[in-house]
């Protein structure tokens, strides 16, 4: 029986989150699986992946076959690197301390790799909202501006236009009374 380390989809429609599975290889994508490893989430950034990692390394080291997705994820979170330790090991190429220490030293600095993408992520973020905010509030003054200057165009025409009709009904008043005069 050929097993495979694979996705498993659920969630709803164009939001999915996946299982991470180990199944037999006829099984259907999302039927029977013999164990679950844990829970792939690609809507995030950067993606979240959440699985036991002792389990994964076992059913590797015993032969499951990862898909090519899994097998990304495995190789990302050093699982592969731990198998490819482990064989130097039982080969007699290094010792398991050699080994140990090669992958935590791995571990720390794809741990900080990681972490910092999370922080250039957040920044980012942050970033864009106050770029967004400072538009926004460029946007606004200039509308209030705007409003102002034809309040103020509007009041500047009225203000005239009344002194344009008083005016001529006195004068007009003046010449009538000349005229009868």
Same mark, same amino acid.
């Given at each position: 029986m050929a097993v495979k380390i694979r996705?498993?989809?659920r969630g709803r429609k164009k939001a999915a989150i996946y299982d991470i599975v180990v199944a037999d290889a006829r099984a259907p994508r999302d039927?029977?699986?013999? +164990?679950?490893?844990?829970t792939y989430n690609p809507n995030t950034v950067p993606a979240f992946i959440d699985f036991n990692e002792d389990k994964a390394f076992q059913w590797v080291m015993n032969g499951a076959q990862p898909t090519d997705t899994v097998k990304a994820m495995l190789s990302y979170r050093g699982i592969l690197y731990k198998k490819h330790l482990?064989?130097?090991v039982i080969k007699g190429a290094i010792s398991q301390e050699t080994a140990?220490?090669?992958f935590n030293e791995w571990k720390e600095?794809?741990?900080?790799k990681i972490e910092a993408k999370r922080q250039q992520v957040g920044? +980012?973020?942050e970033a864009k909202r106050?770029?967004?905010? +400072?538009a926004e509030r460029k946007v606004n003054v200039a509308?209030?501006?705007?409003?102002?200057q034809r309040e103020a165009e509007k009041a500047a025409a009225n203000a005239p236009a009344e002194e344009a009709t008083e005016a001529p009904a006195e004068g007009g008043e003046g010449e009538s009374t000349e005229e009868q005069a």
């Open positions: 996705l498993a989809r039927g029977k699986f013999i +164990e679950k490893l844990g482990q064989v130097g140990d220490q090669r600095s794809k741990d900080a920044s +980012e973020k106050a770029a967004a905010l +400072e509308r209030a501006e705007a409003i102002r």
